[in-house]
């Protein structure tokens, strides 16, 4: 937590930072340590150890080496060979194969700019407006831009801001920079490039909110990222009014109730809802977490107004999206695309081969694939195809099909199984199963189980573990017999 | 609202609405006293349509509940074949079978079929004087950690580490004498499986018992 203000947090909201703190000095953390940590702050051990426990990243004994990406995109490139330690991603697909700590995202690597990632004037002229406005009006500028959240629900952004304002006060609000999808790195992009705008529109939604407290919330290995933020916020007429929490892994924190678990010191496991985070968030007030890209969007939309944002993208899909495009393509990077713009567009334009051989992985673990002669699709809201493709974050991962869809599918499988938090049955049961089906090749039995894991599971990971086995087998079923 | 073709009043959540009227349904990590916690997925119902985790679902809101759907049936007999991979048989252990409400749920949605591979996990804590843990059975529900946590608040135990390493962990990964547990039994009470079972209080090992055997 820097430069805390004192918000009235209960003590346990400092676990998260105190654990991350202890694992920076250390390099890893021991039992002893996270009992002082527990004492410290007047909780039970075996929760503190629990919520250590289900951070993915933390080591619990001394680790040596350089991590190596064992994600995708790194994994295609000729001679790659499975690290001693593996990283399912270390989000600089667009210059594989990566290693090491994260770097600054490299401004020639944004191919395609728009609203969002072009340059900031320097201002604060969004925040200004806002506050003229005056936050009933405000919302409804918002509400006419008809702007649907960028994490990758794209559920509309006024709509849950009102939900929550209908509960009254106090309430949280919380900037959703954990960026952990494998393939996905284009809020990493907005953070080192453009915080200003990031900023703008979370003072803005702090204005209309009024919230008690504010959160960015910033992947524990986005360094560059988290470095850029803070210093453009201490820069900003909200410095000292944002607590900074870095997290330690775990794909499941883009559950937005495993995200507020973390921040409570709490395992970070997704909640049973209802209670629906906007009702009963953080610590029981009403909770807004918003994504990157979506604040960035509500910057642009009180500066320049709903009808200008209206002006790109669909009626029902306003706005712009940004893709992060990697894999099989000459130039990987962000691509910055008005909503409806034909994915094939995109993929030819960052030098994909484009023809029968290509096949894209399209929204990530939780997404699926392509093929080529079904990738004319506008970039919009939803699945791309019912098997699992779909928009999602914006991850695109390019691919021959013929050399690497085995290896994708398998890649994608082991990230679920993986990144389970454990909490339900279908999914930490299934997970693994359904890797070992696929591997096997008995795919007969993949799709009861596939059935089960999308239908009984808990939360989105386990619901839409099976986009990748299903989409690969749906067209390329004779690879994986 | 209307439960398998019976009227009723909506109150509470599906779960409390589908018991009250006596039917069956397996809800193996709600405890009767405890919040919902989500996590067995047994108790899947089709509501207006949509297949949902009766448990965690408020009753308010929902026209029509089916329990015996075809696709309802379907989906938690996949979910019960899974929870199956993580235990054995029911041991001879004192006090007679422990995990009624499991082997009821099986029998109820005739788990004849085989099922898939099994998961075994082996870890065994005898340390406290008055209750054995054994992970062979634990079915990860998550109960006796809500009961210790929230019904108890002494937090003596948590689930610790993710996928299929999670497990009921005391402390920070210590045996549970010397955790902060007071033995108070509720995690064993709330326990739908023999995983945390009574030691057997057999009267030669009563402490304070001057007429043992060896006396
Ligand atoms: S679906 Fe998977 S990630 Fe989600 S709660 Fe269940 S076990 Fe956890
Ligand atoms: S020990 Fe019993 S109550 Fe606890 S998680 Fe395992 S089966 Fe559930
Ligand atoms: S009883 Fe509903 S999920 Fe376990």
């Known amino acids: 937590m820097s430069n805390a203000p004192a918000f009235a947090l209960p003590r346990r909201a400092r676990l998260l930072p105190l654990l991350v703190e202890r694992h920076r000095e250390h390099g890893f953390l021991d039992r002893g340590s996270v009992e002082h940590i527990a004492r410290q702050l007047g909780m039970p051990v075996a929760e503190a150890w629990e919520a250590a426990a289900s951070m993915t990243e933390f080591h619990f004994e001394p680790v040596r080496g350089e991590r190596s990406c064992a994600g995708l995109a790194c994994s295609l490139r000729p001679g790659w060979r499975e690290p001693t330690l593996p990283a399912g991603c270390l989000f600089r697909c667009y210059e594989p194969p990566a290693s090491g700590d994260e770097r600054p995202f490299p401004l020639e690597m944004v191919r395609r700019s728009g609203p969002l990632l072009a340059p900031c004037d320097q201002t604060w002229a969004g925040l200004e407006r806002a506050r003229n ?17 960028r994490g990758g629900a794209f559920f509309p ?16 609000l919380v900037l959703n920079a954990e960026e952990g999808e494998p393939g ?18 979370l003072g803005i939604a702090m204005q209309v909110l009024q919230p008690a407290v504010t959160i960015a919330f910033i992947n524990g290995a986005a360094e560059p990222a988290a470095a850029a933020f803070e210093r453009a916020l201490a820069a900003s007429p909200i410095a000292g009014d944002v607590l900074v929490y870095r997290g330690a892994g775990g794909y499941v924190l883009g559950e937005e109730t495993a995200l507020l678990n973390a921040i409570e010191g709490r395992r970070a496991v997704p909640r049973p809802r209802p209670p629906l985070p906007v009702e009963a968030g953080l610590f029981g007030m009403p909770t807004v977490v918003n994504n990157v890209e979506t604040m960035a969007a509500v910057s642009f939309i009180i500066r320049e107004g709903a009808a200008a944002f209206r002006e ?30 034909l994915l094939s567009d995109v993929v030819v334009e960052a030098g994909g081969a484009g023809d029968s051989s290509t096949a894209l992985l399209c929204g990530g673990p939780s997404g699926g694939f392509l093929p080529w002669d079904l990738a004319a699709t506008p970039i919009l809201p939803g699945r791309y195809h019912p098997t699992g493709a779909m928009l999602g974050a914006g991850g695109v991962v390019v691919l021959d099909w013929s050399s690497d869809i085995r290896r994708a599918a398998l890649t994608m499988a082991a990230y679920n199984a993986e990144q389970s938090c454990g909490k339900c049955t279908p999914c930490r049961e299934g997970a693994p199963l359904l890797l070992e089906l696929l591997g096997s090749g008995r795919t007969a039995e993949v799709d009861e189980l596939a059935d089960v894991l999308q239908h009984a599971s808990l939360c989105g990971l386990g619901q839409m573990a099976p986009g990748p086995v299903r989409s690969a087998l749906e067209f390329w079923s004779g690879v994986f017999v | 609202m209307k439960v398998d073709g019976h009227e009723t009043e909506a109150a509470g959540t599906l779960l409390d609405v589908i018991l009250a009227l006596g039917i069956d349904l397996p809800h193996l990590c709600k405890d009767d006293n405890l919040p919902p916690i ?58 007679g079978p422990r995990s009624g409400e499991l082997w009821a749920a099986y029998a ?16 065994v804590d005898l340390s406290s004087p008055f209750f054995e843990f054994h992970e062979e059975p634990c079915i990860l529900c998550g ?14 135990i948590g689930i610790a580490g993710t996928a299929t390493s999670a497990r009921v962990t005391a402390g ?24 945390l079972r009574p030691k057997p209080l057999r009267a030669t090992h009563r402490p304070g018992d001057a007429r043992g055997e060896e006396g």
């Open chain 1, 184 to 201: 996905v790195f284009k809020d990493r992009a907005l953070l080192c490039l453009r915080p200003e705008r990031v900023l703008e529109g």
């Open chain 2, 143 to 156: 109960r006796c950690v809500v009961a210790c946590q929230q019904l108890q608040h002494i937090g003596a």
């Open chain 1, 133 to 149: 406005l005056g936050p009933a009006v405000a919302l409804e500028e918002l509400e006419r831009s008809g702007l649907r959240g």
């Open chain 2, 108 to 123: 109820a949605h005739g788990l004849e079929r085989p099922s898939y591979p099994s998961r075994p996990r082996s870890a």
């Open chain 2, 38 to 95: 989500g996590a067995c997925r047994t108790c899947l119902v089709e509501a207006d349509g949509r297949i949902v985790a009766a448990c965690h679902t408020p009753a308010a809101a929902v026209q029509e509940v089916q329990t015996r759907s075809v696709r309802a049936i379907e989906l938690r007999q996949a979910v019960l074949r899974l929870t199956a991979r993580m235990h054995g048989r029911e041991p001879d252990v004192s006090g």
């Open chain 2, 172 to 195: 920070a990964a210590v045996a549970f004498a010397e955790s902060a547990c007071t033995a108070c039994g509720s995690c064993v009470a709330a326990c739908p499986t023999h995983a």
């Open chain 1, 157 to 172: 952004t006024a709509a849950k801001w009102r939900a929550a304002l209908s509960r009254g006060r106090p309430l949280a």
């Open chain 1, 312 to 341: 790109l993208g669909t009626a029902h899909a306003p706005g712009t999206r940004i893709l992060s495009v990697s894999g099989r393509v000459s130039r990987p990077g962000v691509y910055e695309v008005p909503m409806g713009t």
